[in-house]
C-alpha cells in the first residue's frame, strides 16, 4: 500500500514538471504598438456632435425659465381718507403715516428717507379788540374776542413714520419745497421769511428775513430751488394797500443766504405781478409768467418768460419771451432731464394756447410742436434720457364752451407717448373707456409710467403701465378726499394727492 502511494506521488510530480516544460518551450508573441491610422470620417462625427449638443442645449435653455428680478420702481406716498400712505412699487403692502384725516400734499426727500406733508389744523386765537359797548370798571376798555383760526401747518416724518415734527412750531406755512441734491427742506414762513431746515429739524437758518426793507415789510411769495441746490429763487413783494403792492419782483439768494440778486422788476402794480415758474435744466434761467394786465386771474392766460443772470449794455436782467399765451400751471411746464442732450440745451417743454379750457387749444412744444393740432394735449413728462415725452390729451373740441363742457366729454383723455427726436408718430398708451387718465410720471429706468385716473363717478385711482407692453396695473383704489374732477376748466391738480420717489437723483 505504502509502495502504491509514492508511486502516485511521484507520478504527479513528473506530470507537473512535464507541464512546465512544454509551458516554457512554447513561442512567446511580442506586440509593438503603431500609431493608429486616421480615421477620415473622424472629423465630421466630432461636427455632428457638436452641432447636436448645442442644438440640445438651446432647447433645454428654451424650456427653463429663468427668475426673474423682482421690480423695484421705488416708494409712493399718497393721500387716502385725508392720511398720509406710502407704499413700496409695485407690490409693496401699504403703511399708513398719520391718523388725523388731516394731511394732504406729502414731499419726499431726495434720499426717500423724510417726508413733508400739510396738515391743517384749527385752532382758537384771541386778541384785543376795542369794545363795542363802553365798560365802566375798565379804563382802557379793550375787549378780548376770540375766533378760529385755520392753520397750515408742514410736519417731518421719516418714511416709517418715527421721528415726526411740525415746523416752525406750529404756525402756518406758506410754502415748502426740499432740494434737489439732499434732505434739506425751504419754506416760507407765516411772517414771510424763507428759511431752510434739515430733515430732522437742524441747522435751521432764516436766508430772507420779512423786514428787509424798512418801513414796508417785505414778504416771499412763491419759491424754487435751482437743480443744482445753489440757489433759490423767490418772489419778493412790498405791500402798499392791497391788492396792489409798490414793489414786486424775482430774486435768487445763494443756499447759504449770504448772496441775494435782484433778476427782474415787474413793474407792479402798473402791470401785472411776476408769478415764479421754475428753472431752466441747466440752471442759468429762471421761468416766470407775466400779464399785461394788473389783476389777471390765475385761469387768463399770461405769457412765459425766461430771466438770466447775464445783464445788458445798461445793467438790466436779458428777459427773454419763450411764448406769448399760456395757462399758469406748474405741470404745464417741464424743464428736460439735467444731463441729457435736451437738458445740455436747456429745452424745456411746455403746454401752450389761450383760452381757459383744457379741452381745446392746447399743444405741447419744445423747440418745435410735439403734439398733432387735432388734440389738446397738457402735462408734459420727459423720459428720464430725454429721448420721450409722456403726455395727457384727447381730441381738442373746438365747439365747447365753458357752459357746454360735461364730464363725459373729459373722459376722452388718454397717455399717449412721443419721441422727443420728433421723428415716428405719437402712440397711444391706453384706452379704457371707463377712466379718464391724466398726469404721467416715469420710472427711474423709462420702462414704466405712474399715472392717475378719473372715472365717471369723479373716483380717483393710480396706476402702472409698461411703456412697451402696455400692461397696466392698479396701484391705489382710492384716493380720498377726491379732486372736483372738473377742477379749473378740466385741470386737476394732483400734486396734492401724492408723490414718488423714484430713487435718488430722480
Avoid at 400712505?85 to 419726499?108: F, I, Q, S
Avoid at 414771510?192 to 416771499?220: E, F, M, Y
Amino acid at each position: 500500500m505504502y509502495k502504491k502511494v509514492e508511486m502516485e506521488k511521484r507520478a504527479c510530480i513528473l506530470l507537473v514538471l512535464m507541464i512546465l516544460v512544454v509551458g516554457c518551450s512554447s513561442t512567446l508573441e511580442v506586440g509593438i504598438e503603431r500609431t493608429p491610422t486616421p480615421d477620415p470620417a473622424a472629423p465630421a462625427t466630432i461636427a455632428a456632435l457638436r452641432t447636436e449638443n448645442a442644438r440640445l442645449a438651446t432647447r433645454v435653455a428654451i424650456q427653463v425659465t429663468p427668475t426673474p428680478a423682482p421690480l423695484d420702481l421705488g416708494q409712493l406716498a399718497y393721500v387716502q381718507g385725508g392720511d398720509i400712505w406710502v407704499k413700496a412699487l409695485p407690490d409693496g403692502k401699504p403703511l399708513r403715516l398719520t391718523t388725523d384725516g388731516r394731511n394732504r400734499e406729502p414731499r419726499w426727500a431726495p434720499s426717500g428717507d423724510w417726508l413733508a406733508f400739510r396738515k391743517e389744523r384749527a385752532t382758537f386765537v384771541q386778541r384785543e379788540v376795542p369794545c363795542d359797548i363802553p365798560q365802566p370798571h375798565r379804563g382802557n376798555e379793550v375787549c378780548r374776542e376770540a375766533f378760529s383760526l385755520l392753520q397750515k401747518q408742514v410736519w417731518l416724518m421719516q418714511a416709517d413714520g418715527s421721528r415726526a415734527h411740525v415746523l416752525d412750531q406750529g404756525s402756518s406755512v406758506e410754502g415748502f419745497s426740499w432740494a434737489p441734491t439732499h434732505d434739506r427742506l425751504a419754506y416760507v414762513s407765516e411772517n414771510g421769511d424763507l428759511q431752510t431746515i434739515n430733515a430732522d429739524g437742524s441747522k435751521a437758518a432764516t436766508l430772507v428775513p420779512h423786514n428787509l426793507t424798512n418801513p414796508n415789510p417785505g414778504r416771499v411769495g412763491r419759491m424754487a430751488w435751482s437743480p443744482d441746490g445753489a440757489w433759490i429763487g423767490y418772489e419778493w413783494r412790498i405791500p402798499q394797500s392791497e391788492p396792489s403792492a409798490s414793489y414786486q419782483g424775482l430774486w435768487k439768494v445763494s443756499a447759504d443766504g449770504k448772496t441775494r440778486v435782484e433778476l427782474h422788476a415787474s413793474g407792479a402794480p402798473r402791470k401785472g405781478e411776476a408769478i415764479l415758474a421754475g428753472w431752466s435744466p441747466r440752471g442759468s434761467t429762471v421761468l416766470f409768467w407775466q400779464s399785461e394786465m394788473r389783476t389777471p386771474s390765475l385761469t387768463d392766460s399770461v405769457a412765459l418768460y425766461g430771466v438770466s443772470h447775464l445783464k445788458d449794455s445798461e445793467g438790466f436782467s436779458i428777459v427773454k419771451s419763450i411764448t406769448t399765451a399760456m395757462l399758469a400751471y406748474a405741470d404745464f411746464i417741464a424743464p428736460a432731464p439735467p444731463g441729457t442732450s435736451w437738458g445740455e440745451r436747456d429745452a424745456v417743454a411746455i403746454v401752450v394756447g389761450a383760452g381757459h379750457g383744457t379741452w381745446t387749444n392746447k399743444s405741447i412744444e419744445t423747440v418745435k410742436p410735439l403734439t398733432p393740432k387735432d388734440v389738446a394735449a397738457i402735462s408734459p413728462a420727459w423720459s428720464p434720457t430725454g429721448t420721450r415725452l409722456a403726455y395727457a390729451a384727447m381730441p381738442t373740441r373746438e365747439d365747447l364752451t365753458i357752459g357746454e363742457v360735461t364730464l363725459q366729454d373729459l373722459m376722452q383723455r388718454r397717455l399717449w407717448v412721443v419721441e422727443t427726436s420728433g421723428e415716428g408718430h405719437p402712440r397711444r398708451l391706453t384706452n379704457a373707456a371707463a377712466y379718464r387718465d391724466e398726469h404721467p410720471l416715469w420710472s427711474a429706468d423709462s420702462t414704466h409710467l405712474l399715472f392717475a385716473r378719473l372715472d365717471m363717478r369723479g373716483r380717483a385711482s393710480l396706476w402702472l403701465i409698461a411703456v412697451d407692453t402696455g400692461a397696466t396695473r392698479q396701484m391705489v383704489d382710492e384716493l380720498t378726499p377726491a379732486p372736483d374732477p372738473f377742477g379749473f376748466y378740466g385741470h386737476v391738480d394732483w400734486d396734492g394727492l401724492f408723490d414718488w420717489w423714484r430713487g435718488s437723483g430722480t
